[in-house]
């Protein structure tokens, strides 16, 4: 690399160090909504409600915003319980305690290990875990608030011990081999339901039990005799009863932990059980509920991939309640005028934003059998979803998903003017009318490595032959592959001109519609996900190392990631002057990192009211010429580039100290020159009128 281009990246790390702002976000930030994560549990201890997933979270605002409790990091947290002015959090293996409101924590010494999957209640002064195994299902209990635990006298028969609750003095056990209740705090146990194999979970309302299990709920006045009330229930994880005013249960909620089968998610029951509705607001077709939490006004369920949902109606309606818990992993990321659209990986749900992030609509999932999203695009009001075996497409108003085209694995989506084209490994689409039929385009032959589009101008790149058309894809001229090979290549472009970055080779540029490239650099760019491309400003998202950027058309590259910990970055897209990414965390490759956005050009900037002494430029504001004035340790000239506010470079050359330099070419707008010598950098901007 040339001392020029060393200098200008130097050049723009000092100005980024400088810190002034210009009315841009100085680093990345994580978006409000959507999130994401695990919630296993959720109480309340005085003004604090906690909730346990990958961290614990606490709230003093009722549940609409949240901090991770840093003095909490000993793993996921299962379980939550208050008892005595005691907070007690379970994780995978341990259970500890906190008398100070989780300032500090105790680790209890529980004779046996803890697989995860424990449950803790209390009756009186009695506390109660099981410890989750399955062929030795014990039961254990403490009087001194976990200091000592002893084994329950006389336990259950061998089984899987799924939950502990109790209702009234009494606490029953649901395990594998039916329902044991204790009249003694846990001491001594007996058979309440014997043929309830595998029940889940149990309530007591309006003087009637009822109990959960795979594919089955039921209901019993007595616990001797059960009736079926519906027999297509996914695995149950709780059934809470709420009641009206008058004490008498009102309604019935519950949740389910499971995707396969359907249904799934969070169901209500307002006659005691007999029948159950779906919360459709909620279940999105393989919703996982893991909790609820009820206080006098509200209610908030822990989810798999929603994190946590809030309801001010009795769970008529529900809305995210997550400021403060961002983990959902987002895979893909794709914007078209005011919309933004991100898809999340493990649900396969599609989301959608019109306020450039500030509020996301869930757009449902476009289908159960397919195993990811493998490319988003978006033209005007229109989602496309390209997957392993079909592209979907839907407008953001519409309700229903529809196949668009039925073909094997979508490998790019690209909308450009009135075409809509589709590229596959073997094939080339294009639609005219939105994506309603489809026309093959005839290329030529070989594997589709990449494909670029701009108007009518096409370009396509196999391992033999880079296929150029200017006609939207009637006709066709090729050459041969003297450019691209390896495993890894992603390609965008600004207007005509044609950028791939190809890992570990470097960035190749064509400015003529991909007919003759050059290679701008051969910076090793390691497992590159995303590359765009806006009047000289390059950025590349990559697995390795976050997000990266050339302002110098893709010569020399500087990171890009302040306030970006340790992320993997699979998806990069640009609205207006903003850039959303999306990714997950490097050490822990299931955390996503929700959906983030910084400016897409540097903060930090003089503007025209800074006055570097070192650096004068006269007329400021010019018309046709600037002279510059600079402080400068030799005598032969240095060089200058000018760049706008955006960080794009506009001009270049030598200059010594007092001379001139014509700017009538230069739009009226204000501008940042940067002198380079040997020993300094100075900087200063002007105006042009």
Same mark, same amino acid.
């Given at each position: 690399?040339?001392?020029?281009? %060393?200098?200008?990246?130097?050049?723009?790390?000092?100005?980024?160090?400088?810190?002034?702002?210009?009315?841009?976000?100085?680093?990345?930030?994580?978006?409000?909504?959507?999130?994401?994560?695990?919630?296993?549990?959720?109480?309340?201890?005085?003004?604090?409600?906690?909730?346990?997933?990958?961290?614990?979270?606490?709230?003093?605002?009722?549940?609409?915003?949240?901090?991770?409790?840093?003095?909490?990091?000993?793993?996921?947290?299962?379980?939550?319980?208050?008892?005595?002015?005691?907070?007690?959090?379970?994780?995978?293996?341990?259970?500890?305690?906190?008398?100070?409101?989780?300032?500090?924590?105790?680790?209890?010494?529980?004779?046996?290990?803890?697989?995860?999957?424990?449950?803790?209640?209390?009756?009186?002064?009695?506390?109660?875990?099981?410890?989750?195994?399955?062929?030795?299902?014990?039961?254990?209990?403490?009087?001194?608030?976990?200091?000592?635990?002893?084994?329950?006298?006389?336990?259950?028969?061998?089984?899987?011990?799924?939950?502990?609750?109790?209702?009234?003095?009494?606490?029953?056990?649901?395990?594998?081999?039916?329902?044991?209740?204790?009249?003694?705090?846990?001491?001594?146990?007996?058979?309440?339901?014997?043929?309830?194999?595998?029940?889940?979970?149990?309530?007591?309302?309006?003087?009637?039990?009822?109990?959960?299990?795979?594919?089955?709920?039921?209901?019993?006045?007595?616990?001797?005799?059960?009736?079926?009330?519906?027999?297509?229930?996914?695995?149950?994880?709780?059934?809470?009863?709420?009641?009206?005013?008058?004490?008498?249960?009102?309604?019935?909620?519950?949740?389910?932990?499971?995707?396969?089968?359907?249904?799934?998610?969070?169901?209500?029951?307002?006659?005691?059980?007999?029948?159950?509705?779906? %919360?459709?607001?909620?279940?999105?077709?393989?919703?996982?509920?893991?909790?609820?939490?009820?206080?006098?006004?509200?209610?908030?369920?822990?989810?798999?991939?929603?994190?946590?949902?809030?309801?001010?109606?009795?769970?008529?309606?529900?809305?995210?309640?997550?400021?403060?818990?961002?983990?959902?992993?987002?895979?893909?990321?794709?914007?078209?005028?005011?919309?933004?659209?991100?898809?999340?990986?493990?649900?396969?749900?599609?989301?959608?934003?019109?306020?450039?992030?500030?509020?996301?609509?869930?757009?449902?999932?476009?289908?159960?059998?397919?195993?990811?999203?493998?490319?988003?695009?978006?033209?005007?009001?229109?989602?496309?979803?390209?997957?392993?075996?079909?592209?979907?497409?839907?407008?953001?108003?519409?309700?229903?998903?529809?196949?668009?085209?039925?073909?094997?694995?979508?490998?790019?989506?690209?909308?450009?003017?009135?075409?809509?084209?589709?590229?596959?490994?073997?094939?080339?689409?294009?639609?005219?009318?939105?994506?309603?039929?489809?026309?093959?385009?005839?290329?030529?032959?070989?594997?589709?490595?990449?494909?670029?589009?701009?108007?009518?101008?096409?370009?396509?790149?196999?391992?033999?032959?880079?296929?150029?058309?200017?006609?939207?894809?009637?006709?066709?001229?090729?050459?041969?592959?003297?450019?691209?090979?390896?495993?890894?290549?992603?390609?965008?472009?600004?207007?005509?001109?044609?950028?791939?970055?190809?890992?570990?080779?470097?960035?190749?540029?064509?400015?003529?519609?991909?007919?003759?490239?050059?290679?701008?650099?051969?910076?090793?760019?390691?497992?590159?996900?995303?590359?765009?491309?806006?009047?000289?400003?390059?950025?590349?998202?990559?697995?390795?190392?976050?997000?990266?950027?050339?302002?110098?058309?893709?010569?020399?590259?500087?990171?890009?990631?302040?306030?970006?910990?340790?992320?993997?970055?699979?998806?990069?897209?640009?609205?207006?002057?903003?850039? %959303?990414?999306?990714?997950?965390?490097?050490?822990?490759?299931?955390?996503?990192?929700?959906?983030?956005?910084?400016?897409?050009?540097?903060?930090?900037?003089?503007?025209?009211?800074?006055?570097?002494?070192?650096?004068?430029?006269?007329?400021?504001?010019?018309?046709?010429?600037?002279?510059?004035?600079?402080?400068?340790?030799?005598?032969?000239?240095?060089?200058?580039?000018?760049?706008?506010?955006?960080?794009?470079?506009?001009?270049?050359?030598?200059?010594?100290?007092?001379?001139?330099?014509?700017?009538?070419?230069?739009?009226?707008?204000?501008?940042?020159?940067?002198?380079?010598?040997?020993?300094?950098?100075?900087?200063?901007?002007?105006?042009?009128?």
């Amino acid at each position: 690399m040339t001392r020029f281009f %060393f200098l200008k990246t130097l050049t723009i790390s000092l100005l980024l160090s400088i810190g002034i702002a210009i009315g841009v976000h100085a680093q990345w930030e994580q978006l409000e909504e959507p999130y994401g994560g695990e919630i296993f549990a959720i109480v309340q201890m005085d003004n604090t409600i906690y909730a346990g997933g990958n961290h614990l979270f606490t709230s003093t605002d009722n549940g609409r915003s949240w901090q991770v409790l840093t003095t909490f990091e000993k793993g996921n947290v299962f379980n939550l319980l208050v008892f005595n002015d005691y907070l007690f959090a379970g994780t995978s293996s341990d259970l500890y305690r906190s008398a100070d409101a989780g300032e500090t924590w105790l680790k209890l010494n529980i004779p046996a290990s803890l697989d995860g999957l424990n449950q803790i209640c209390r009756v009186n002064n009695t506390l109660i875990m099981n410890t989750g195994h399955a062929q030795t299902p014990e039961i254990y209990l403490s009087e001194d608030n976990g200091d000592s635990w002893n084994l329950s006298e006389q336990e259950p028969e061998d089984g899987f011990i799924r939950s502990v609750t109790s209702i009234g003095q009494i606490v029953y056990a649901c395990g594998d081999f039916g329902i044991y209740r204790s009249t003694d705090e846990g001491h001594h146990w007996e058979v309440f339901a014997k043929d309830l194999h595998f029940t889940e979970t149990l309530t007591y309302a309006n003087n009637t039990f009822i109990a959960a299990r795979w594919r089955g709920c039921y209901r019993s006045a007595d616990g001797v005799t059960w009736d079926t009330v519906w027999n297509e229930l996914n695995i149950p994880s709780f059934i809470l009863p709420l009641d009206s005013v008058s004490g008498k249960v009102q309604r019935l909620i519950l949740g389910t932990t499971t995707s396969i089968p359907d249904p799934g998610g969070l169901f209500y029951s307002d006659d005691n059980g007999l029948t159950w509705s779906s %919360f459709q607001n909620v279940n999105k077709g393989n919703a996982k509920i893991y909790c609820i939490f009820k206080s006098d006004d509200f209610l908030l369920t822990g989810t798999c991939s929603d994190a946590i949902l809030r309801s001010d109606s009795m769970g008529n309606n529900w809305s995210v309640s997550n400021t403060g818990i961002k983990n959902r992993r987002f895979y893909k990321v794709a914007s078209g005028g005011d919309l933004l659209v991100a898809s999340e990986i493990n649900e396969r749900a599609i989301f959608s934003s019109g306020d450039h992030g500030k509020t996301w609509q869930f757009q449902g999932i476009p289908s159960n059998d397919f195993e990811y999203v493998t490319c988003l695009s978006v033209k005007e009001d229109w989602i496309f979803v390209g997957t392993i075996d079909k592209l979907y497409r839907k407008k953001v108003s519409d309700t229903v998903w529809s196949i668009c085209l039925d073909t094997n694995y979508i490998r790019k989506v690209i909308n450009t003017g009135q075409f809509v084209f589709v590229a596959t490994p073997y094939s080339l689409y294009r639609s005219e009318d939105d994506g309603t039929t489809w026309k093959t385009v005839d290329f030529g032959d070989g594997i589709i490595w990449e494909f670029l589009a701009y108007d009518s101008i096409l370009c396509v790149i196999t391992g033999q032959k880079v296929y150029n058309s200017t006609d939207a894809g009637i006709s066709f001229n090729s050459t041969a592959n003297l450019y691209f090979g390896g495993d890894y290549r992603v390609s965008s472009n600004y207007e005509n001109i044609f950028y791939v970055a190809q890992g570990p080779t470097g960035v190749f540029r064509s400015v003529d519609g991909g007919v003759v490239w050059e290679q701008m650099c051969d910076t090793a760019i390691w497992f590159p996900t995303e590359v765009l491309a806006n009047t000289g400003t390059i950025f590349i998202s990559t697995e390795m190392d976050g997000v990266i950027r050339s302002l110098d058309n893709g010569h020399t590259w500087c990171s890009y990631n302040d306030g970006m910990t340790a992320i993997s970055t699979m998806g990069l897209t640009l609205m207006g002057d903003t850039l %959303f990414a999306v990714g997950y965390d490097k050490i822990n490759s299931g955390a996503g990192c929700g959906v983030m956005k910084r400016s897409a050009y540097p903060a930090g900037i003089p503007t025209a009211n800074d006055h570097n002494p070192d650096c004068i430029v006269f007329p400021n504001p010019a018309r046709n010429i600037i002279t510059v004035r600079y402080s400068i340790h030799r005598y032969s000239k240095a060089q200058y580039a000018i760049y706008s506010l955006s960080g794009n470079l506009l001009k270049s050359g030598h200059i010594g100290t007092n001379e001139s330099i014509y700017v009538n070419d230069l739009s009226p707008g204000n501008y940042i020159i940067t002198i380079f010598d040997s020993n300094k950098i100075n900087s200063a901007p002007f105006t042009v009128m």
